[in-house]
């Protein structure tokens, strides 16, 4: 009778141990397992090694899903292109624009702003997740593809991991295509030539220029700070400093003449337009005044041509009568009395005697 009450106990305590790990498992993990998610898809042309089912997305290195599946699409959309096709539940609260709909305008927005999905080493331990992260678009294009996707299709990007590999594939190819002998004699001729140069050098006589130089370039130093600390450079620059607040006094008189000139340069504008429209109005009666002069010329032309005979007379009688005037007047200063009393009286016959 104890011994089945013993089982009876042993019993009920592991139907209750069973009971509280259920509901400490559906307590701490049922919203992982009942979260909602909207599964994305995704295409890479190299190798996944590392990234398994269950294996993290992460957007920027925050966790934002799990891989659901991962397979070929050759076994998926019977193609030949031989892409890796991965899958990935993401929760749904995460991005501000839904990944329900591969035709929402948002989701395509955000895909041709740069939306990628790339391969990620996780440590040392060789696992790897998906990173989501905006890349450059135009140095990531999207793969090529025939067939039309089952889920919400996200490109992907190579690898860093590839892109560090293709580079020093890259490398390696470029060191192969050199030629290395050529290079290795160029470099060996290079160094017989220096040898021989430094063998053939005086390097005595090559030092001793070199301590002359030296002590040159410090004796210019000691003259340099001479001059520097001198009392003419000290002069010279307090010379230069009253030489300035002489000009600056000299800017400052003449501020105000200044001003007023400028302030009077539209009013001599306006007088110089009035005097140039008064020019311009002379200008045009210029060729009916020059008619009219050269019509008065003609006309005391012709009237001198016809009193020619009588000008030639009245300019003799001008004449004779200046003579006249001109003996008059000497007569007069030789003789006065003749001006008042007429002619001399005749010489004295007892003179004549």
Same mark, same amino acid.
């Given at each position: 009778?104890?011994?089945?009450?013993?089982? #009876?106990?042993?019993?009920?305590?592991?139907?209750?141990?069973?009971?509280?790990?259920?509901?400490?498992?559906?307590?701490?993990?049922?919203?992982? #397992?009942?979260?909602?998610?909207?599964?994305?898809?995704?295409?890479?042309?190299?190798?996944?090694?590392?990234?398994?089912?269950?294996?993290?997305?992460?957007?920027?290195?925050?966790?934002?899903?799990?891989?659901?599946?991962?397979? !070929?699409?050759?076994?998926?959309?019977?193609?030949?292109?031989?892409?890796?096709?991965?899958?990935?539940?993401?929760?749904?609260?995460?991005?501000?624009?839904? !990944?329900?709909?591969?035709?929402?305008?948002?989701?395509?927005?955000?895909?041709?702003?740069?939306?990628?999905?790339?391969?990620?080493?996780?440590?040392?331990?060789?696992?790897?997740?998906?990173?989501?992260?905006?890349?450059?678009?135009?140095?990531?294009?999207?793969?090529?593809?025939?067939?039309?996707?089952?889920?919400?299709?996200?490109?992907?990007?190579?690898?860093?991991?590839?892109?560090?590999?293709?580079?020093?594939?890259?490398?390696?190819?470029?060191?192969?295509?050199?030629?290395?002998?050529?290079?290795?004699?160029?470099?060996?001729?290079?160094?017989?030539?220096?040898?021989? !140069?430094?063998?053939?050098?005086?390097?005595?006589?090559?030092?001793?220029?070199?301590?002359?130089?030296?002590?040159?370039?410090?004796?210019?130093?000691?003259?340099?700070?001479?001059?520097?600390?001198?009392?003419?450079?000290?002069?010279?620059?307090?010379?230069?400093?009253?030489?300035?607040?002489?000009?600056?006094?000299?800017?400052?008189?003449?501020?105000?003449?200044?001003?007023?000139?400028?302030?009077?340069?539209?009013?001599?504008?306006?007088?110089?337009?009035?005097?140039?429209?008064?020019?311009?109005?002379?200008?045009?009666?210029?060729?009916?005044?020059?008619?009219?002069?050269?019509?008065?010329?003609?006309?005391?032309?012709?009237?001198?041509?016809?009193?020619?005979?009588?000008?030639?007379?009245?300019?003799?009688?001008?004449?004779?009568?200046?003579?006249?005037?001109?003996?008059?007047?000497?007569?007069?200063?030789?003789?006065?009395?003749?001006?008042?009393?007429?002619?001399?009286?005749?010489?004295?016959?007892?003179?004549?005697?």
């Amino acid at each position: 009778m104890m011994e089945n009450i013993s089982y #009876f106990k042993i019993g009920l305590f592991v139907i209750c141990a069973i009971v509280i790990g259920v509901i400490g498992v559906v307590v701490l993990g049922g919203a992982k #397992f009942f979260q909602k998610k909207n599964i994305i898809e995704t295409y890479i042309d190299e190798s996944v090694q590392g990234l398994d089912i269950g294996s993290p997305v992460k957007f920027r290195g925050v966790p934002v899903g799990n891989v659901e599946e991962i397979t !070929l699409t050759g076994v998926e959309y019977g193609t030949r292109r031989g892409y890796v096709v991965v899958r990935a539940g993401i929760s749904r609260n995460v991005f501000q624009f839904s !990944l329900a709909d591969p035709a929402n305008p948002a989701f395509i927005a955000e895909v041709q702003r740069g939306l990628r999905v790339r391969l990620a080493p996780q440590g040392l331990t060789g696992q790897a997740y998906l990173e989501a992260d905006y890349l450059n678009p135009k140095l990531n294009p999207p793969l090529e593809i025939d067939w039309r996707p089952k889920y919400p299709y996200v490109p992907s990007a190579q690898s860093k991991i590839t892109q560090l590999s293709d580079a020093v594939e890259r490398i390696l190819r470029n060191v192969e295509q050199l030629d290395i002998q050529r290079l290795i004699g160029s470099v060996e001729s290079s160094l017989k030539t220096i040898d021989k !140069l430094a063998s053939g050098a005086n390097l005595d006589k090559i030092s001793t220029q070199a301590v002359a130089l030296l002590t040159e370039v410090r004796e210019t130093n000691l003259q340099l700070k001479q001059v520097v600390g001198g009392s003419d450079l000290k002069d010279a620059v307090k010379d230069a400093a009253v030489a300035a607040g002489t000009a600056r006094q000299i800017l400052e008189r003449a501020d105000k003449p200044l001003s007023q000139l400028i302030a009077d340069l539209p009013k001599a504008s306006e007088s110089i337009n009035r005097v140039a429209q008064r020019l311009d109005a002379v200008t045009a009666n210029l060729p009916e005044t020059n008619a009219q002069f050269r019509q008065t010329l003609q006309q005391l032309n012709r009237l001198i041509s016809g009193q020619q005979r009588d000008i030639e007379k009245t300019v003799e009688n001008l004449r004779s009568m200046s003579e006249s005037l001109k003996e008059a007047v000497d007569n007069s200063k030789k003789y006065p009395s003749q001006l008042l009393f007429g002619a001399p009286p005749p010489p004295s016959k007892v003179m004549g005697k």
